[in-house]
């Protein structure tokens, strides 16, 4: 079971949590920086605090965040890096942050784009499982 305050060790690269109610952060062990690659989180009902260090996310190019309603905002050094993180599937609260739309009139254009490019991430990642599969068997 996991405490409250998840501490994160400094080398770590890829980060998994899926369906914690009790996690309510995630802390980076005695303030050192992060270096993320790959980040999911899914389900995390209590999670309410990311880190809030650029160096956490300066690396991380694969960004997945779904069903966790106690992040009300990213915080401010991850939206900056929305825009260059090149696999992104996010709630929809989340994504608005990272279209920067000029006025509310893009929104529509903006939301369509964000949907094709994630169908194409998913068909990607469906081709990468059954590549993975077959080179199994």
Partial sequence: ??????SLPTSLKTLHIKDTGGLTSLEPVWGQPLSLKRLWLYGCSALASLPNEPQAYRSLWWLEIKDCPAIKKLPRC????????????????????????????????????????????EQRRHANRTTEKHEAE
């Fill in 78 to 121: 991850l939206q900056q890096r929305l825009s260059s993180i090149k696999e992104k599937n996010l709630d929809a609260q989340y994504e608005v942050m990272a279209f920067k739309p000029k006025t509310w009139k893009e929104i529509p254009r903006l939301v369509c784009e964000r949907k094709v490019a994630k169908q194409m991430a």
């Fill in 1 to 6: 079971m996991l405490g409250s305050i998840l």
